[in-house]
């Protein structure tokens, strides 16, 4: 009584909801821009390489999604991300109803059989699938290019005539986008609008107006499905090699190599929307935020260190230095010319930082500080010295300090 109820009443259990249709087809969408910006980042590092294939996005996005989703309609009945959401494509039959629910129930095999796509069925949704959003990119970038301009500044926007025959079609091109494309992108869009809610009152078996097209409605897999899978993945694979070919020859890899590496991506999808969705949460959460605070609180930053500076001996707690008169001779020369900052033209006094045991002593003079003055940079001085080194009057006005050691200005 429950079979003959369900029959009556027309549940089809096979029959994908809206927002599953909708749910695919908004990641189908995403792919395309993830993987441009994926390929932005990378060309970053190796831009020799890879220039050339972020020029030329689209057409590699296309005969790439041409070879995968050739492969998953041909194996699977089903695009990419319809095989990702156990959904699939068959053939409406052309006949009252297109519907056979009883033969459904009792051979299903035989009904998979016969709504199974052929090679015209694959090729026309191909065209569907592959084709129809890469002239929907194509003409969406082109008309932010020349036509939203040219609707922006009106008749000002105006240029010579062209003379060549190329320039004559990309103004032809330009017309299109400016006067025609509008109407066609808002018809595109209100076609979708009405298939899709004429598919959720159902009204109609197609969610789209290119499936109503070429006749072909998307449905979920069946346990005839499932078992044909199951039976396909256990079938050992035929020797595709011929006589004195080796595994590695580009015949015998294609055939091979290439369907399970395709096949492969369906389980590279998940881990990669895992992925994402995790570093999403990584950026946005402050657990981040809060390993990095730990991070650098131990961290203790040495002080800045002068290159190129000669090497001042250590010096005593009681102030008496360690060297040769050479070297005292070179300081005084240093002190006597210093150098002079490209940016401020100011004299650059710098000296070597002290060691760890004249923390408690005048970089400048090497004595104990006298009226500690400290430095942006750090460093403490004694007030009279840091005054003398770092500030300069010239015609009355006190000209900016500059630290000694950081070489910073305050």
């Not at 995403?30 to 972020?54: D, G, M, V, W």
């Not at 569907?128 to 932010?144: A, C, F, M, Q, T």
């Not at 300081?331 to 650059?348: Q, T, W």
């Not at 942006?376 to 009057?393: D, K, L, M, N, T």
Request: hydrophobic share 40%; with cysteine.
């Amino acid at each position: 009584m429950e079979f003959m109820s369900a029959l009556q009443t027309g549940h089809d259990d096979l029959k994908p909801s809206l927002f599953e249709l909708l749910s695919e087809s908004q990641l189908n969408a995403l792919l395309p821009p993830s993987l441009r910006y994926l390929l932005a980042l990378a060309t970053h590092r190796h831009p020799r390489y890879l220039i050339r294939i972020l020029n030329s996005f689209d057409e590699v996005y296309a005969l790439l999604q041409l070879l995968v989703e050739r492969h998953y309609l041909r194996t699977y009945a089903a695009s990419f991300t319809e095989h990702f959401y156990g959904l699939k494509r068959e053939r409406v039959l052309r006949v009252k109803g297109s519907e056979l629910p009883r033969a459904q129930l009792a051979t299903s095999e035989h009904v998979r059989d016969a709504l199974h796509l052929r090679t015209p069925d694959v090729w026309r949704n191909l065209a569907i699938v592959v084709g129809i959003p890469y002239l929907k990119r194509k003409l969406d970038e082109s008309y932010e290019i020349h036509g939203a301009s040219a609707n922006l500044l009106g008749r000002r926007n105006t240029s010579p005539p062209p003379t060549t025959l190329r320039a004559r079609i990309f103004a032809l091109y330009k017309t299109f986008l400016r006067t025609c494309y509008p109407t066609l992108n808002c018809a595109y869009y209100m076609s979708l609008l009405a298939y899709n809610l004429g598919y959720l009152f159902n009204t109609t078996k197609f969610a789209s107006p290119f499936l109503a097209l070429i006749h072909t409605r998307i449905r979920r897999l069946s346990p005839a499905d499932h078992k044909a899978f199951e039976v396909l993945a256990h079938t050992p694979p035929a020797a595709a090699a011929r006589p004195g070919q080796t595994a590695w020859h580009p015949r015998t890899a294609a055939r091979t190599i290439g369907p399970r590496l395709l096949g492969g991506l369906r389980l590279l999808l998940p881990v990669s929307i895992f992925v994402l969705k995790f570093l999403e949460w990584w950026h946005v959460s402050d657990f981040a935020r809060q390993l990095a605070r730990k991070a650098s609180e131990g961290l203790e930053l040495p002080p800045p260190v002068v290159a190129g500076l000669p090497k001042k001996s250590s010096v005593a707690l009681g102030g008496k230095s360690e060297g040769g008169d050479a070297e005292k001779e070179k300081e005084k020369a240093l002190r006597r010319d210093p150098p002079i900052a490209a940016g401020s033209l100011l004299p650059i006094l710098t000296v070597a930082p002290p060691g760890p045991a004249t923390s408690a002593l005048c970089p400048i003079c090497l004595g104990p500080v006298v009226n500690a003055t400290a430095a942006p940079s750090g460093y403490v001085y004694c007030y009279a010295c840091i005054h003398r080194c770092g500030c300069f009057e010239t015609g009355g006005c006190l000209e900016r300090a500059w630290c000694c050691i950081g070489g910073v200005v305050f």
